[in-house]
Every structure is written in structure tokens, then in C-alpha cells.
């Protein structure tokens, strides 16, 4: 579609296509990786109690609360930390601040699919580096003296795969004119964060979300955390955009998520025992599945093609997500869902797999 009132700009642009949100009920949603266990009621408590009049008034424009109980929970001081509505606007703004240079930043070839979204909206110059052949990231590829800066996000998406802290650290080490930009979106479902890491390095930055340990993928939180001068960078861009981007009630919510993290904590490890269970018994129906360290798995069967295997499950009123990309056509990202979603699922592809 064009449209005469359209700028040459828009004309040229490629959005990202985010997982579908179906309005059919009785859905097995695994398709986009949010949490399978609930919110905490605690934090329902706390946005009903502040529905109310305070709702006519701005909000914080700096989260400064949430900020602060977020720097208490990473023991960071909180002109370290950014708060901002979701983690892909936080990725926005960073790009925007941190990464439009001359040199290009580097990011793998299978990853994130917003990273090159967001260069071509802010017209960054890019270059992607190939996962190994085994859907690893080999940071010895990332030859940065040419770069910018460099993205990975650890555990890295769709493949599950983590970068241990010391591959990360020794990076960092040695390449101190680059930003690191870390996406840990997933890294509560058994990663060991390299957020410790920014009280020696400078040019390293994290981005975390809600939307996935905390069940908040409704209510748009995310947040960085780095040195005070990359947070300030980062600000700068969001006051001259949105003053606002956190509503009042996704600031209250978020602040007593922090406080009741045991809740999360726990359903993290239940996501942890079912992740657990689905590899092991796919893996005995012949499925090759990477060995993942987020809240969904990557999976291939050698006998059927993905996309066939995906359309049968739709049937059965089961979605997860597949990428018609080079590489990874033939693979599979699975949600792991509650308990009764895996066994489901399990049986679901038993069936199909012994008709075909
Ligand atoms: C889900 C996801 C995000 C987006 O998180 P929101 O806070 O919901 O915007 C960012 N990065 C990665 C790698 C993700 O998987």
C-alpha cells in the first residue's frame, strides 16, 4: 500500500512483525513467550488501590521509585538505572543514544528480529555476524575494531542458547571503545546476569524486561541499567520524545512486582521444571532441541518440515512461533507453558508425528 500523504521515509520502512494475538478462546498461546503462571495478586492489589483520582495527574516522568527498588534489587545506585514502557522502546531509545555512529554495530545474523528495525528507523549502519553452524554466538567473530558497539541478547533469542559471564567479561575487556549491549530479557529462567559487571565497565549496557519473568507483558515495563553517563544519554532521547512513556499504574505495579519477586522467583522455577520435562520427552520422540536457558525451547524434527508441523498444531488450537528464515526454517520457538499446556502439547505432537 502507498499513500500520497505518506513521506518517502515511511514509504521505505519495514516494521517488525510481532507474534500473533489471536482473539480465539480456548487457545494453547505459545507463540510469543510470555509467562505461563499469573501476576502477582500483590501487584493487582496495588494497581486496583491506586485506581482512582491520582489517575487525572501526570506520572513520575522519571519512575524515580521504580528506579530506586530497582537499583535496590541489582544493587546498583539508581542513576544507573532507566525505566522506560516495555523493554523495545528501552532498546529504541538505546540504539538511538548509544549506537549511531559512523562504524556499524554488529549483532548476530539470528537473533532479536527488532535489532535491524530499529537501524532502519534510525538509520544505523548494521552489519550481522553468522551464529556457528551449532546456533552459537562466537564473539571471537566480532571483529569491533570496525564497530561501533555490538548487540547480543543472552540467553539469545529464538535459539535459547547463553554466553557464560567470563566470554562476556573477556570482551569487554578487550574492547573497551565499543558498547556492549546486552539484552537479558530471558535471563531469569537460569542465566547469571553481567549486570555486576557494570561497576568496572563503562561501555556496558543492560536491558531487561518485565514482560516475561514478571508476567507483565500487558502492562509495558522495561529498563536499562549501565553506567550513569550511558543512562543520561538514554534519558536525553526519551525527554525528547515521550516525558511520560510509564503510566502511573504500570510504576505502582512494577514497584510491587519488585517487592513480591519470590512470586516470580517461584513460577520461574516451575517454567524451569516444564522446560525440563518437554526436552526431555521430545527429545525422545526424535526431536533435536538447543540446550535452552529461557522460557521457551527451540526445537527441530527431522521428519517433518516446521512450517507442516506448526499448521498441524494450529489445528489442534495449539500455537507456537515459526520464523520462515534461512537457517532456521526448519526449527520451532516453543513457549513453555503451564504444566497441563506441556503435557497437551506432548500428546498433541505424539499424535501428529505417528500419522505422518
Ligand atoms: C520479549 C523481548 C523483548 C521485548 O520486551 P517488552 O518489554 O515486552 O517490549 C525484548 N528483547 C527480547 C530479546 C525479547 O524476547
Not at 4 to 25: A, C, D, R
Not at 37 to 44: C, E, F, G, R, T
Amino acid at each position: 500500500m502507498q499513500n500520497p500523504y505518506w513521506s518517502s521515509f515511511v514509504k521505505n520502512l519495514v516494521p517488525y512483525t510481532p507474534g500473533e494475538q489471536p482473539k480465539m478462546h480456548n487457545l494453547i498461546k505459545l507463540n510469543t513467550n510470555e509467562n505461563a503462571y499469573n501476576i502477582s495478586p500483590k501487584v493487582l492489589e496495588s494497581i486496583k488501590e491506586h485506581t482512582n483520582n491520582t489517575l487525572k495527574l501526570y506520572p513520575d516522568p522519571t519512575a524515580q521509585e521504580l528506579c530506586e527498588a530497582l537499583a535496590h534489587l541489582h544493587d546498583v545506585h539508581p542513576n544507573q538505572v532507566f525505566a522506560g514502557n516495555g523493554s523495545d522502546e528501552v532498546l529504541g531509545f538505546a540504539f538511538h543514544a548509544l549506537l549511531k555512529h559512523k562504524k556499524p554495530v554488529l549483532f548476530p545474523d539470528i537473533t532479536y528480529s527488532f535489532y535491524p528495525v530499529y537501524c532502519n528507523l534510525y538509520n544505523i549502519n548494521y552489519k550481522t555476524i553468522p551464529l556457528t553452524d551449532d546456533f552459537r554466538i562466537d564473539l571471537k567473530k566480532y571483529n569491533a575494531e570496525n564497530a561501533c558497539g555490538i548487540v547480543i541478547t543472552n540467553p539469545n533469542a529464538p535459539t535459547g542458547l547463553i554466553l557464560n559471564k567470563k566470554i562476556i567479561q573477556h570482551y569487554l575487556e578487550t574492547h573497551p571503545e565499543q558498547i556492549i549491549l546486552v539484552d537479558e530479557a530471558y535471563i531469569d529462567f537460569g542465566g547469571e546476569s553481567v549486570i555486576p559487571l557494570i561497576q568496572y565497565y563503562p561501555n556496558l549496557l543492560i536491558i531487561r524486561t518485565f514482560s516475561k519473568f514478571h508476567a507483565f507483558a500487558g502492562l509495558r515495563v522495561g529498563y536499562a541499567i549501565g553506567n550513569s553517563e550511558l543512562i543520561e544519554g538514554i534519558r536525553r532521547v526519551k525527554d525528547s520524545f515521550n516525558s511520560y512513556p510509564l503510566d502511573r499504574l504500570a510504576q505502582i505495579g512494577a514497584i510491587a512486582s519488585i517487592k513480591d519477586i519470590q512470586w516470580s522467583i517461584n513460577n520461574a522455577q516451575k517454567i524451569i521444571q516444564n522446560r525440563q520435562y518437554l526436552i526431555k520427552n521430545l527429545s525422545e520422540l526424535g526431536f533435536k532441541i538447543l540446550n535452552s536457558k529461557s522460557n521457551f525451547i527451540f526445537a527441530s524434527y527431522p521428519k517433518l518440515s516446521a512450517e507442516f508441523l506448526a499448521k498441524q498444531l494450529r489445528k489442534e488450537n495449539i500455537l507456537v512461533r515459526h520464523f520462515n528464515t534461512k537457517r532456521i526454517q526448519n526449527w520451532l520457538r516453543i513457549t513453555i507453558g503451564n504444566e497441563t499446556e506441556c503435557q497437551t502439547l506432548y500428546k498433541t505432537i505424539n499424535e501428529i508425528i505417528s500419522i505422518y
